[in-house]
C-alpha cells in the first residue's frame, strides 16, 4: 500500500493554538511505504489566530458530495473551547471545494443560533440515491434547559452550496425516558447502504450506544432498540456480506471495540478490536471500494489517534478482509492531535 499524501481533516494542537487541516492522499497498492515528510502538505482551514473572536474549532465532519465536491464542516466555538453544556456560543460552520481540495471557499456559517443557544458536534450522510445530504447535530438551549440535549438536522439538495432550516428528531431517535440522560449524534458522518437505508449512531452514557436510521430517505428517522456497551463515539460501515460493522471509543482500555450485527441491528457480536489502539477519541472508519461494485478487491479505511494512552500519532490503516485485520498504520501527523474524518474523493484519493 502506498499513501502520497497532498494535504485529511485533523484537529492538532501546537503552542495552544488549535487548527484544523486537510490532507489528501493518492492510493496504490504497490509495496509499503510510508508517507515521507516532504510529501504532506497541510492546508489549515479553520485557525482561530485569523478569527480572534473565536476560541477554537473542533469536532470535524468531511463527506464528498455527489457532484464531487468536498465539504468540511466543524464546531465554531466562540466564547471558548468548551463542549456544548459549556458554551453559550457554538456554531456548525463549513468550508467548501469543488476542486477535490485544491482551493477552498470561504468559511460559510450554516447553523447560528442567538447567544444562549449552541450547536455542536456535525456529521453528515450522503443519500447516495437521492444525492441529498444530511448534516445531524447537538442542540442545547443552556439558558431554559441547560444540560438537555436536542438532536437537530439540516439538509442540502444543491451539494452543500445552501442548507435548509433546522429539523428537531429528538422524539423520533431517543425515548422519552432519555429526556435528562447525557446523549448525543456522534459527530463524523453515517452511511448509506446498499439496500437505501441511511444509518449513523446516537449515545447515550447510561443506556448504550445505538444505531438509527430513516428507510424513506430521511423523510422519517427511527432508533433501533438495541443497546450495544461498551461504546462511546462510533463509526458505522455495512459490510460486502450485508453484516454491519461499528467501531467504538471506549475511554479508559487502550483499544477499540468492534461490533457486528448480521439481523440489521437486531442483536450484535462485541469483541476488543486489540490491533486498534486508542486513548479514547472519536475516529473514521469507510468503505474505499468492493468487490460486489466491481472494484479489485475489498477495502476499509480507517483513520486515528494511535496510541493507548495519549491524543496522538494520527494513523491511517486499510482492511482488505472486512475488519479482521488492519495493515501497519501509515503515519500521518505524529504530534498532538484528535478527531479525524475520511471520504473517498471522486478522482479515487482519500481525504
Not at 479514547?280 to 483513520?303: H, M, P, Q, T
Amino acid at each position: 500500500m502506498i499513501l502520497s499524501c497532498k494535504n485529511l481533516l485533523v484537529r492538532s494542537r501546537n503552542m495552544k493554538v488549535l487548527v484544523v487541516i486537510v490532507f489528501i492522499c493518492s492510493f496504490s497498492l504497490s509495496s509499503a511505504q510510508k508517507p515521507t515528510k516532504d510529501s504532506l502538505h497541510f492546508i489549515n482551514l479553520f485557525n482561530q489566530n485569523s478569527d480572534p473572536e473565536v476560541a477554537c474549532y473542533r469536532i470535524p465532519s468531511l463527506i464528498t458530495a455527489a457532484n464531487g465536491d468536498l465539504i468540511a464542516a466543524i464546531d465554531e466555538r466562540v466564547p471558548s473551547c468548551g463542549d456544548l453544556k459549556w458554551s453559550k456560543d457554538i456554531n456548525i460552520v463549513i468550508r467548501r471545494s469543488e476542486d477535490q481540495g485544491k482551493t477552498w471557499f470561504d468559511k460559510e456559517i450554516v447553523v447560528d443560533y442567538p447567544y444562549g443557544q449552541s450547536a455542536s458536534d456535525p456529521s453528515m450522510i450522503l443519500d447516495t440515491t437521492t444525492s441529498k445530504i444530511f448534516m445531524f447535530f447537538n442542540y442545547m438551549d443552556l439558558d431554559t434547559e441547560n444540560n438537555i440535549y436536542y438532536l437537530k438536522v439540516v439538509s442540502s439538495v444543491d451539494n452543500g452550496k445552501t442548507w435548509s432550516q433546522p429539523k428537531d428528531i429528538t422524539s423520533q431517535i431517543t425515548h422519552s425516558n432519555w429526556h435528562s440522560d447525557f446523549k448525543f449524534i456522534t459527530s463524523g458522518r453515517g452511511i448509506t447502504t446498499r439496500s437505501e437505508k441511511l444509518l449513523h449512531t446516537v449515545v447515550n452514557l447510561d443506556k448504550g450506544l445505538h444505531v438509527f436510521g430513516s428507510d424513506d430517505h430521511g423523510k422519517v428517522w427511527y432508533v433501533i432498540e438495541t443497546p450495544i456497551m461498551p461504546a462511546d463515539e462510533s463509526q458505522i460501515v455495512e459490510l460486502t456480506n450485508g453484516s454491519w460493522m461499528i467501531s467504538s471509543r471506549v475511554n479508559g482500555v487502550g483499544m477499540r471495540y468492534k461490533h457486528l450485527s448480521k439481523d440489521e441491528g437486531k442483536t450484535w457480536v462485541t469483541t476488543p478490536d486489540k490491533s486498534l489502539n486508542d486513548p479514547g477519541c472519536n475516529a473514521s472508519i469507510i468503505r474505499y471500494s468492493s468487490v460486489k461494485e466491481g472494484d479489485d478487491k475489498n477495502r476499509l479505511i480507517f483513520s486515528n489517534v494511535n496510541s493507548k494512552d495519549k491524543r496522538e500519532n494520527l494513523t491511517v490503516k486499510i482492511s482488505y478482509d472486512e475488519g479482521k485485520s488492519w495493515t501497519e498504520e501509515k503515519t500521518i501527523y505524529s504530534q498532538s492531535a484528535a478527531y479525524s474524518s475520511l471520504s473517498k474523493l471522486a478522482n479515487g484519493d482519500i481525504g
